[in-house]
């Protein structure tokens, strides 16, 4: 209370010594497929744990830093205190009440942002406008909350001379896996594992380590328990010893890596699907669709069908420009015709809204329940 402030001492005496054990923080998840889970943080776990963060951003004393985030939500932490603060850069807030690409490239620009951290949803939205406006480019640019789409990564490095480095990581941890400064780059792929941190891939049946499988954190190996890893689920022991079972901590989410270690995002478990059991990542199709330049963001999910299980079916958003109505529609079957395979490639459509959490990430469960009921105005591949 400002009374309390105002007659407060002007030295802080501590009560007792604080561990680094000890509770710091808690953030809920976003709970794109699911209720939100409460995470518990430590001492350690989130300023130390971030040094990763830092580490992939590319943060260096002196930069002035802008990242996109929601107070409350765990990404706001990472990148609006502990990675720059780790980093003595500075913080740029940008404060509004409705994005606006244009001012904010014009602030932007005014306070001399060196290093920007946006989620994909902000990366689309950017892209909508003309992003020649920004005349100082940062030097450093990076995305992270759900995949992001290379289409999105081509268009800005053709305007801005930058790429847009992907991370991976969840409320639960720092960043896991990461496209970290002067690592070459592999397109579609988030990067390798960040120090700190033993990736392994659970194939979900047999558990076993493999090439493609559950992204998981060993948590027994060389390295031992991460530092950047929660101490739990506040309050639920089961679901926390059920996401360490075995020695390993399961993220709930799909890849896959290839020779050199680069891991490629397949999907949420939730989210992957099977059609004609072809086993169908809905990102994949999602960014195949955002090549079109009629899609300003779009989200698959799977559609019952009789003859096939599921087929894929498309929530798009239009760009500015275009209509929606069975013509548009056509010309977006015909897109995903000429750029997937045929077990692939999308067999219903729909324009509508995508439902998000307050931190922006799409709410794919919501999408499954609205397919699943035969709400809005579908239309069907060859109709």
């Not at 963060?53 to 609006?80: C, E, F, Q």
């Not at 942002?113 to 920004?134: E, G, K, N, S, Y």
Request: with cysteine.
């Amino acid at each position: 209370m400002p009374d309390e402030a105002t007659g407060a001492a002007d030295r802080f005496v501590p009560d007792g010594p604080t561990l680094a054990t000890d509770p710091l923080m808690l953030y809920f998840t976003s709970g794109t497929t699911a209720q939100p889970k409460l995470v518990q943080h430590t001492h350690i776990s989130y300023p130390i744990g971030h040094l990763s963060t830092m580490y992939w951003i590319g943060l260096r004393p002196g930069d002035v830093h802008l990242n996109i985030s929601s107070p409350g939500w765990a990404k706001h932490a990472w990148s609006n205190l502990f990675a720059p603060w780790n980093a003595e850069a500075t913080v740029f807030i940008h404060n509004y009440t409705r994005f606006d690409a244009t001012r904010l490239m014009a602030e932007m620009d005014r306070c001399g942002v060196t290093t920007f951290c946006a989620p994909p949803t902000v990366w689309r939205m950017l892209i909508q406008a003309d992003l020649t406006q920004l005349r100082h480019p940062p030097r450093e640019a990076v995305a992270a909350g759900e995949p992001l789409n290379p289409e999105v990564i081509e268009h800005v490095r053709r305007d801005w001379g930058v790429t847009i480095r992907d991370g991976f990581g969840q409320t639960e941890t720092a960043v896991q896996v990461a496209n970290t400064p002067g690592q070459p780059l592999k397109t579609g792929s988030m990067g390798r594992p960040t120090p700190g941190f033993s990736v392994v891939l659970l194939d979900p049946v047999t558990g076993e380590p493999g090439d493609e499988g559950e992204i998981s954190l060993d948590l027994t190996g060389r390295h031992g328990r991460p530092v950047g890893l929660m101490t739990g689920y506040e309050g639920d022991e089961e679901r926390t010893a059920e996401a360490t079972a075995g020695g390993y901590y399961r993220t709930g989410d799909i890849g896959s890596r290839d020779a050199d270690g680069y891991i490629t995002y397949i999907g949420r478990a939730d989210d992957v699907f099977k059609a004609s059991d072809y086993k169908i990542s809905p990102f994949e199709l999602e960014s195949a669709l955002l090549e079109h330049e009629a899609v300003a963001e779009a989200a698959v999910v799977p559609a019952p069908d009789p003859l096939r299980l599921a087929v894929p079916k498309a929530y798009i958003v239009l760009a500015e420009g275009w209509e929606p109505g069975p013509e548009t529609a056509k010309v977006l079957f015909a897109h995903s015709r000429a750029v997937l395979a045929p077990y692939k490639r999308v067999r219903r459509l729909e324009f509508a809204e995508l439902p998000k959490t307050v931190s922006g990430k799409i709410r794919r469960i919501e999408l499954r329940e609205r397919t699943a009921s035969g709400e809005g105005v579908e239309f069907h591949e060859g109709t």
